[in-house]
T-cell receptor, first 115, second 113 residues
Framework: DAGVIQSPRHEVTEMGQEVTLRCKPI?????LFWYRQTMMRGLELLIY????????DSGMPEDRFSAKMPNASFSTLKIQPSEPRDSAVYFC?????????????FGSGTQLSVL | AQTVTQSQPEMSVQEAETVTLSCTYD???????LFWYKQPPSRQMILVIR??????QNATENRFSVNFQKAAKSFSLKISDSQLGDAAMYFC??????????FGKGTKLTVNP
């Protein structure tokens, strides 16, 4: 299994531009999570899906952020318009939605820099 | 809301020695899991060990073990015979029935040769 695949690995953009981060979860996993990591705030959960349905998006910072999961094998996190304070590493993770015991498998993250 | 606190931003240990990383958490739930994740410079998040709240026996994985004190809401990680490859950020995490995984802010571990 290739694991959780995220793209791009690095993204540099200018303030005001739209940014789209992509994630392919592990096949068979039906829970998907988006996290943001910064030095100041650590790892923050932005949103998570069960069976492609958003369950909790209370961590999404503001309306500029949106996430979709059109099918079981693909999810996107979009920032429009982007701001310098959005600079962070964004992680996607997936797990079997069979309860709290299951560990999360993380992708390698996308390093986002907004200039 | 559940919170996870790691009070040691940085720790260091000599190679082959033992080090303990601290973690406390706050919850009103009785059934949950606790995890330690390792993040080396490669940025990859790697599960080190996990503990079910209902199990009194402390989890162990080779050189890694935990000291789980449920009443005190404490979950420390002990690394024995430290190796250079253990150098990384270590994150304590909590997961309950809501399925959210809540992380602490991490401890940066340096291993000195």
């Amino acid at each position: 299994d290739a694991g959780v695949i995220q793209s791009p690995r690095h993204e540099v953009t200018e303030m005001g531009q739209e940014v789209t981060l992509r994630c392919k979860p592990i096949s068979g996993h039906n829970s998907l999570f988006w996290y943001r990591q910064t030095m100041m705030r650590g790892l923050e959960l932005l949103i998570y899906f069960n069976n492609n349905v958003p369950i909790d998006d209370s961590g999404m910072p503001e309306d500029r952020f949106s996430a979709k999961m059109p099918n079981a094998s693909f999810s996107t996190l979009k920032i429009q318009p982007s701001e310098p304070r959005d600079s962070a590493v964004y992680f996607c993770a997936s797990s079997l939605a069979t309860g709290r015991r299951e560990k999360l498998f993380f992708g390698s993250g996308t390093q986002l820099s907004v200039l | 809301a559940q919170t996870v606190t790691q009070s040691q931003p940085e720790m260091s240990v000599q190679e082959a020695e033992t080090v303990t990383l601290s973690c406390t958490y706050d919850t009103s739930e009785s059934d949950y899991y606790l995890f330690w994740y390792k993040q080396p410079p490669s940025r990859q998040m790697i599960l080190v060990i996990r503990q079910e709240a209902y199990k009194q026996q402390n989890a162990t994985e080779n050189r890694f073990s935990v000291n789980f004190q449920k009443a005190a809401k404490s979950f420390s990680l002990k690394i024995s015979d430290s190796q250079l490859g253990d150098a990384a950020m270590y994150f304590c995490a909590y997961r309950s029935g809501s399925e959210k995984l809540v992380f602490g802010k991490g401890t940066k571990l340096t291993v000195n040769p």
